[in-house]
């Protein structure tokens, strides 16, 4: 069974510190995406990254996938109120399925 | 172009009932798949479908449990008898294909089930 495992799994932080969220597994995945969730929504996408070692950026959020496409990182500078919510990789396996990690969920106070 | 519509966004089930979640895929997709979610954790998958086939169920659990995407009208999962341990969000998402580094799954905002 494929498992990603997020960390950390809570993060509370004053507006205006950085942050880095990882992603982790033993699996090998072709593509790996993040989505953040808010409450009472689906997921929405904001990156996906297919080639090892890829880095791509999205304002203040830079996305980074392993070298050898099992793990991926999240980094967010100067963090907002706004980037409140719940922060989820999702791997993509040759059975054409997203694999969800265990999630992080980032809280950040004014 | 509607995204994806999830229907009921709230359901209340008692013990031993049956549950009926609807999911209409965005307009030119044909791929659908559900994930279940507990509270504060990430998603389950359950079941990926195309038009009219079951193509991985691996996540579903044998029981009680079926899907399914017609020719025609929106996909259904189905949970006959429902435990309170179905209690959960239950979240469908749809593609125009296989998935890919181009091909990305958009996310309907979910049925929530209560089993009283």
């Known amino acids: 069974t494929q498992l990603l495992e997020q960390s950390p799994q809570f993060l509370s932080i004053q507006e205006g510190e950085n942050l880095t969220v990882y992603c982790n597994s033993s699996?090998?995945?072709?593509?790996l995406q993040w989505y953040r969730q808010e409450p009472g929504e689906g997921p929405v996408l904001l990156v996906t990254v297919v080639t090892g070692g890829e880095v791509k950026k999205l304002k203040r959020l830079t996305f980074q996938f392993g070298d050898a496409r099992k793990d991926s990182s999240l980094h967010i500078t100067a963090a907002q109120p706004g980037d409140t919510g719940l922060y989820l990789c999702?791997?993509?396996?040759?059975?054409?399925?997203?694999?969800f990690g265990t999630g992080t969920r980032l809280q950040v106070f004014p | 172009n509607a995204g994806v519509m999830q229907n009921p966004r709230h359901l209340v089930r008692r013990r031993g009932q049956e549950a009926r979640l609807r999911c209409s895929p965005m307009k030119g997709h044909s791929h659908v798949y559900w994930y279940r979610q507990l509270p504060e954790e990430g998603l389950k998958f359950m079941v990926y479908?195309?038009?009219?086939?079951?193509?991985?169920e691996s996540g579903m659990p044998k029981e009680r449990f079926s899907a399914e995407f017609p020719k025609e009208g929106p996909s259904i999962l189905r949970i006959q008898q429902v435990v309170r341990g179905d209690s959960a969000a239950y979240f469908c998402?749809?593609?125009?294909?296989?998935?890919?580094?181009?091909?990305?799954?958009?996310f309907g905002a979910g049925s929530r089930l209560t089993v009283l």
């Open positions: 999702a791997g993509a396996i040759v059975t054409d399925k997203l694999i």
């Open positions: 699996s090998v995945f072709s593509s």
């Open positions: 479908l195309q038009k009219e086939n079951i193509i991985d």
């Open positions: 998402a749809s593609s125009p294909a296989r998935i890919s580094g181009a091909n990305v799954l958009t």
